[in-house]
């Protein structure tokens, strides 16, 4: 059954050739088998999930059910799920257990999805590799001695290696599409405000958004649409019509118009990635869309800029994290401050400490005006740029990633070239744009994503121009070695 989409598994439990229940055993089984090879889950609810099945397998009989109810999925363990562990994959959460639902965790429950578990994750969703977890490396299933790409990586690789048909993630800088091109899945960010980000731990709260992995368009459509819609609990959210992403998915292309960026096709893409990226261009062409050339001149100041925006924004959202309020708590501290100091030093990761500390020098007084204001200047320069850019053409096309996985540790020790890995995905969150990664080809045997970006809410539109992809290429279709049965 784990082959089989997800409007297939759907017509499946409405024709009673499966219950919600078997469907839910079928892929706690797969976990069982497989996880140990990936450490793709840092919580496992099974009981949890048969309860769930059960309950979707009643409304399934009554006739009332939705396109995902009984559907299995797991969670990104970013996203607070009453009564259980929400780690965010960090030492300093390692005990809590959430007290109340996400607004996306309600709105799964709400359409009968079943939660399998909580993916792991890197430290606070800080991380390009997924090696920054409390809980240990996840492993790429296409080859488990490379990473699957981060934050969202035990989401990207449990899809791949079909350890669940669907997945949550995060995305603050590509950490969706980024995995999702490193392990060979659709993923897909929507619109800045989309989806409602109350009961998803921060990180940096003006990029992050909530999105989708699933083996294809299709798939990802019921999914992102369950989870998007206002939320008065969210002061970001934004009050639009809900769209059914299902329903244009077939529209033709003719007309269309993608921009390709110089900016992202020159120094540090890897051959092997340009070529399977120049193919999927010539697939469109002959699909009727209309390809040209196009510019965003501040593309090479994506990086910087984020890299001041989003430190100085976890550095606020964590400074929540003492040891008094919640989190880890040191033993034995001597006094209040060495309760502070111990409790943080110990409970936080590497990789958080750093962002925490280029953050809080980037607010300090003197230098507030000099980093984080001059970022945000620059941020508003590279939205320009996608402005005008849309002013021409429908869709932009890009490679997701500059090379394919690369080794676990490779970069672990220079976290500049680490940051390059997200060079072409993080302008799309400086700027609020949805965007989504799908397979497009391999490298030596490792998967090669396809980014399109579109203008703000065009969720349906990049659905439909990644689907009518996936009709003329099988890239979606594949499972890793040793995974397939």
Request: contains cysteine.
């Amino acid at each position: 059954m784990f082959h089989k989409t997800i409007s297939e598994l759907a017509a499946g439990l409405r024709k009673k050739a499966y219950s919600s229940e078997e469907l839910t055993h079928c892929f706690l089984e797969r976990i069982e088998r497989f996880d140990g090879q990936l450490n793709s889950l840092i919580t496992l609810t099974a009981e949890q999930a048969l309860d769930q099945a059960r309950a979707a397998d009643r409304r399934l009989s009554t006739g009332a059910a939705e396109t995902l109810t009984g559907i299995p999925y797991l969670h990104k363990d970013i996203f607070c799920t009453q009564g259980v562990r929400t780690s965010c994959g960090s030492r300093m959460l390692d005990n809590f257990i959430a007290p109340y639902d996400a607004t996306v965790s309600e709105k799964l429950k709400a359409a009968g999805a079943v939660m399998l578990g909580k993916t792991n994750m890197d430290e606070f969703a800080m991380g390009s590799s997924n090696e920054t977890s409390f809980y240990g490396p996840v492993k790429n299933p296409w080859d488990p001695e490379r990473v699957p790409g981060g934050s969202s990586g035990g989401s990207a690789a449990a899809v791949a290696a079909r350890l669940a048909p669907l997945a949550t993630g995060t995305d603050t800088g590509g950490s969706i599409r980024q995995p999702a091109a490193l392990c060979g899945v659709t993923g897909i960010k929507p619109t800045y405000g989309r989806v409602s980000r109350y009961g998803m731990i921060a990180f940096a709260s003006s990029l992050d958004q909530a999105g989708v992995f699933a083996a294809s368009a299709a798939d990802a459509a019921p999914l992102l649409q369950a989870m998007s819609g206002f939320d008065p609990r969210d002061s970001t959210s934004l009050e639009r019509p809900l769209e059914n992403y299902s329903a244009g998915l077939e529209q033709d292309l003719a007309g269309l118009t993608i921009g390709l960026p110089k900016e992202y096709f020159g120094e540090g893409l890897d051959a092997g990635v340009a070529a399977a990226v120049a193919a999927a261009v010539e697939e469109y062409r002959r699909l009727g869309a209309e390809i040209r050339d196009i510019s965003l001149p501040n593309a090479a100041l994506a990086v910087p800029a984020y890299y001041v925006v989003a430190p100085a924004e976890c550095s606020s959202n964590l400074s929540r994290m003492d040891g008094v309020r919640f989190g880890y708590r040191c033993d034995d501290p001597r006094d209040l401050e060495d309760l502070y100091v111990r409790s943080r030093g110990e409970g936080f990761g590497p990789e958080v400490k750093r962002r925490i500390l280029v953050g809080t020098y980037a607010l300090s007084a003197g230098y507030y005006d000099a980093y984080y204001l001059k970022a945000q200047q620059v941020r508003r320069l590279i939205r320009d740029d996608f402005v005008r850019a849309f002013a021409e053409v429908d869709v932009i096309l890009s490679p997701t990633a500059p090379a394919p996985a690369f080794r676990l540790g490779e970069k672990a020790g220079d976290p500049v070239s680490m940051y390059l890995s997200d060079i072409y995905t993080i302008a799309v969150n400086l700027a609020g744009l949805p965007a989504l990664s799908l397979p497009a080809g391999f490298v030596d045997g490792l998967p090669v994503g396809l980014q399109l970006i579109g203008n703000y809410f065009a969720e349906s539109r990049l659905l439909n121009v990644a689907h009518r992809y996936q009709q003329v290429s099988d890239w979606h279709r594949r499972l890793p070695a040793g995974f397939d049965a």
